[in-house]
């Protein structure tokens, strides 16, 4: 196999990888965020079967959920980085963190030229009371680009020193 065609694959299999699991790390890191705040459903006086299925439905959704809104800002991070892998061999922590929050930033962004022309919807209001959400997803795919570049690392399928 040629140099070349090494490298494209090594740069198709790190994007496949990003886009795949970048999403399942992000509802993950949401969910214990989400537990921590609310003491996992364990409080006093809480028998813990009701809490262990409530928990357990709980993390379903979120998976769910966060495949949803994941996928697209998942998909563009993997196409970027799978390139920049492909050229490069590897990608370093401020290009992973650079290219999660371009990825976040398409999310409202489509939105936004969604909800236009949409009869009785104001943009600024829509995104004034969204902004929180928009925020939170940039905050959890910085969180799951990083996790990702280090499951790669670990994975040897980019150099630990990659520029």
């Not at 090494?6 to 999403?23: E, I, Y």
Request: net charge positive; charged share 5%.
């Amino acid at each position: 196999m040629s140099i070349a065609r090494a490298s494209f694959a090594n740069g198709l299999r790190v994007g496949v990888f990003v886009t795949l699991v970048g999403p399942l790390i992000g509802a993950v890191v949401f969910l214990i965020g989400l537990g921590s705040l609310n003491g996992f459903g364990f409080s006093e006086g809480s028998d813990g079967s009701s809490a262990l299925g409530n928990a357990l439905q709980l993390g379903y959704s979120v998976l769910v959920f966060g495949v949803i809104f994941g996928a697209m800002p998942a998909l563009l991070s993997g196409i970027i980085v799978g390139v920049i892998t492909a050229r490069r061999g590897g990608f370093s922590n401020l290009t992973a963190i650079g290219v999660a929050l371009a990825g976040a930033l398409a999310l409202p962004v489509i939105s936004f030229f969604a909800s236009r022309g949409e009869p009785g919807t104001e943009e600024a209001a829509f995104f004034g009371s969204l902004s929180i959400f928009y925020g939170l997803i940039a905050v959890i795919s910085v969180i799951a680009a990083l996790a990702c570049r280090w499951l790669l690392m670990r994975l040897g399928w980019i150099a630990p020193t990659a520029a």
